[in-house]
């Protein structure tokens, strides 16, 4: 059973950063995408940054590129999500995501796992 932990979520004022992580169990890591999504008050999940199995191929949308990062260390089973420049129109549960697809460039609309998610707040 694929298990998935976030951490790294918190309070922030507008401008600054937090790194998210996730750790994934239960399978061989470095074989499959990971990915992040968020979910604002009121609002449908999103997708916000994906990473492919091999870490070559990185997908983000486009309100947050060239001010998120996602990265993996295949070591430590862990994806990242680095967030910079923050927003309050950020704020939101962030979800590390992943399915069954082996050696994809990239997490699918709708992720078989998930975690349980963990908050980020901006503040203006």
């Known amino acids: 059973q694929v298990q998935l932990a976030e951490s790294g979520g918190g309070l922030v004022q507008a401008g600054g950063s937090l790194r998210l992580s996730c750790v994934s169990s239960?399978?061989?890591?470095?074989?499959?995408?990971m990915g992040w999504f968020r979910q604002a008050p009121g609002q449908e999940r999103e997708f916000t940054a994906s990473?492919?199995?091999?870490?070559?191929?990185?997908t983000y949308a486009d309100s947050v590129k060239g001010r998120f990062t996602i990265s993996r260390d295949n070591a430590k089973n862990t994806v990242y999500l680095q967030m910079n420049s923050l927003k309050p129109e950020d704020t939101a549960v962030y979800y590390c995501?992943?399915?069954?697809?082996?050696?994809?460039?990239?997490?699918?609309?709708?992720?078989?796992?998930w975690g349980q998610g963990t908050q980020v707040t901006v503040s203006s």
């Open positions: 990473i492919s199995w091999s870490g070559l191929t990185t």
């Open positions: 995501a992943t399915d069954r697809n082996f050696r994809s460039r990239i997490v699918s609309s709708t992720p078989d796992y």
């Open positions: 239960g399978r061989t890591f470095s074989s499959y995408a």
